[in-house]
């Protein structure tokens, strides 16, 4: 009965979980002029963290983190490999992969593995909710398409094989070179205060750059 009882614990759990990750992507965009002052974008390695410099040195510093996301190389596409997100800013972090990248294109994770509220992002891009966001269609004899035989659709929307087909174009970067000076403004800064003062509990610029990607990984994991 215990055994029993964990078991349905733990589904409930995980369900729960899920309906939360799916929840958080699943929101009308913040717009840029609704970002604080104090968000920088970090672009470090794989992994893209938009960050709120105000928590930075809080002891809440998990609180700063309002999404991130990894992406790896699929032929010559960019695909993504891991998101989460805070309420509203599911779409932002995923048009700034798109400018990061650009004039290359972003595609859903090729394994399949996207969540519905991933989905519903992309789904948005792909109706023109963004103006700075072109959606091209994968054709059926281009090595990057793929259907439902090689895929589990199991459980998918019905346009969910036609938005992961899909390849998304930032027309330009704007948004994310302003996040980016931010950010690199914010680090000179710091590092300049670490090699003026005294304080030894001050850091470095490169361990705030790493203070914060190690942030993006572990609130990825907290999602998930």
């Known amino acids: 009965m215990y055994i029993q009882l ?15 990750r799916e929840n958080l992507l699943d929101e009308a965009k ?8 104090t968000v920088i974008l970090l672009n470090h390695g794989n992994r893209l963290t938009l960050y709120d410099t105000y928590f930075i040195d809080r002891e809440e510093k998990l609180n700063g983190v309002l999404g991130t996301m990894t992406t790896y190389k699929e032929n010559e596409l960019i695909a993504v490999e891991t ?7 599911g779409p932002v972090i995923y048009e700034l992969a798109m400018e990061m990248i650009t004039p290359k294109a972003l595609v859903s994770d090729r394994d399949g593995d996207t ?6 992002i992309l789904r948005g891009f792909k109706g023109n909710m963004n103006p700075n966001i072109t959606a091209i269609p994968i054709k059926q ?40 000076k931010k950010g690199e403004e914010f680090f000179t800064k710091k590092n300049r205060e670490y090699l ?10 490169k361990e705030y750059i790493k203070l914060i990607y190690d942030l993006g990984r572990e609130y990825f994991k907290r999602k998930y």
């Open 196 to 205: 003026t003062s005294d304080d030894d509990n001050l850091l470095s610029n």
């Open 30 to 37: 913040i717009s840029y002029d609704e970002i604080p002052k």
């Open 141 to 180: 004899n281009d090595i990057n398409y793929n259907d439902c035989s090689e895929i589990d659709c199991n459980g998918k929307e019905p346009d969910f094989i036609e938005i992961y087909n899909t390849k998304f174009i930032a027309k330009n970067n704007t948004n994310y070179n302003i996040l980016i």
């Open 115 to 120: 969540r519905e509220g991933a989905t519903k």
């Open 6 to 20: 964990n078991l349905i614990f733990n589904k409930m759990k995980k369900l729960i979980k899920q309906l939360l």
């Open 83 to 89: 998101v989460a997100a805070e309420k509203g800013y």
